[in-house]
């Protein structure tokens, strides 16, 4: 099949395989330092669906603040996605495309995912001490307000962490193959509230928001515990990156390659 014949699918598979490659051969200061960039712009999401709660007469449950929230929650995936920055469950999940295709190794996979992610997590780390120590000064978000989002995050088993994070990583892997085909702003920015509202407002464990959530409720609720943390941390990152690279990166890798395009 000619270039000119082909369809969407292969173009966009050749198009992440590309990205993918390009990611996992960028320099180690240049990740870390995006990763770093979108651990903390990542935050301003869960810092608006606070604000939102202390200032809302409704909370959760309550059909009109939940879907505020969950745009809330969406606007610090759009200040990442669209500045181009490193995010774990994004396209660094779809880099298992270039691995797939013999492109690149596995170690190098590794290497990509362990850095965006540590700089991740050192990032929203960060934005949370700026906040908690900003927070009485602010006034615009009250303690109760972290401590109920991340319970809805912590109040969970081990089971349903692990599944629900699957879920999350499996939309935002999609959400990488969707702005693969994007070229509008407009459209790219529609796509990505979306899909990532879609994962706030199903309270789903996404690993790097939810390390801001979750951290959030470690440093104002006695019933958020360190170790609630790490184990939401380490499931939610199980499970999104099981989601994000099997659940789209194998299987649409598989259906293109296959003739399913």
Request: proline residues 3%; negative net charge; hydrophobic residues 50%.
């Amino acid at each position: 099949m000619s270039s000119d014949e082909q369809t969407p699918a292969p173009n966009i598979l050749n198009s992440l395989i590309d990205t993918g490659q390009h990611e996992i051969e960028r320099e180690t200061t240049g990740l870390l330092l995006s990763g770093f960039s979108a651990g903390l712009d990542i935050g301003f999401g869960p810092l608006l669906m606070a604000v939102i709660l202390t200032l809302s007469d409704g909370g959760y449950g309550d059909i009109g603040t939940e879907l505020l929230l969950a745009s809330a929650y969406a606007v610090g995936f759009i200040f990442v996605i669209i500045s181009r920055s490193e995010l774990f469950t994004e396209h660094t999940t779809l880099a298992v495309m270039p691995v797939l295709d013999n492109r690149a190794s596995l170690g190098g996979l590794a290497r990509l995912w362990g850095l965006v992610w540590v700089s991740n997590i050192v990032g929203g780390i960060v934005f949370t001490a700026l906040i908690v120590t900003l927070m009485p000064s602010l006034g615009v978000a009250s303690p109760e307000a972290f401590g109920s989002i991340a319970h809805k995050l912590v109040d969970h088993d081990f089971r349903w962490l692990f599944v629900a994070g699957i879920l999350a990583g499996w939309l935002m892997g999609l959400l990488a193959w969707l702005l693969a085909a994007a070229q509008e702003t407009t459209s790219r920015l529609l796509i990505i509230w979306l899909v990532t509202a879609s994962i706030g407002l199903l309270h789903l464990p996404h690993s790097i928001a939810g390390n801001i959530e979750v951290l959030f409720g470690v440093f104002v609720s006695p019933r958020v515990s360190v170790l609630d943390y790490l184990v939401f941390l380490v499931l939610a990152t199980i499970g999104n990156a099981i989601g994000g690279g099997i659940f789209v990166g194998v299987l649409k890798y598989g259906h293109v390659v296959r003739g399913g395009g």
